[in-house]
């Protein structure tokens, strides 16, 4: 005798459109976490990016305020160097791109163990150039023409760079100490760096100047 046929198991169309409708919200609840934890994690990086830039920039500057000094130099020429302090913008008020805002002389150039014959002084310029601020400096203190320029961007997306100098009555947009009648014979008791990115914020800081005051 011939056996009747099984009936066959399975799922019906319903079970199956439901089981995908499931899987679909599933699907995309575990992308919109997904996406949000990438996202979160990109301003993260960026916010960790920007607190280090700040304060590389903040202990680069102080140094370099604290630690400078009205001394002469010499450019790569070998000719002196009118221009001992340089502050600001000559244009006045904020920096334009491009341009030169700062320009000193510094002691306390490290040199551990004496490795480098060198001295422990550094003349350090810093420049505005397509929205990033870059400090740059030479490996000799009074450089020859084949004397490299060392730059280190310290903050990207700076929109604006406004300077003033405090002289111990009042505040002034642009600080020149040169031989007169270029400038002056002495040096800013105080400078004021403000930043404005390009997102609007704005950074300010106070720092004291020169080593011997």
Known sequence: MISPMRKQLGFTLVEVLVALFIFSIL????????????????????????????STLRILMKSDFSNSLALPKTDEFGQPDPVIFM?????????SDGERFLSLSRTGWDNPGGIEKRSNLQAVTYVLRDKVLIRQVRARFNPVSATPVLEQNLMN???????????GEKWQDNWLTGAPPLGVTTMPILASVELEFESGDKLRQVFRVGADQ
């Open 87 to 95: 502050g600001g913008s000559q244009f006045g008020g904020s920096v």
């Open 157 to 167: 997306g700076v929109e604006k760079v406004t300077l003033g100098f405090f002289d």
């Open 27 to 54: 699907s995309a609840a575990s992308t919109a976490v997904l996406t949000s934890t990438l996202r979160s994690k990109d301003i993260m990086s960026r916010k960790s990016d920007e607190l280090r830039q700040r």
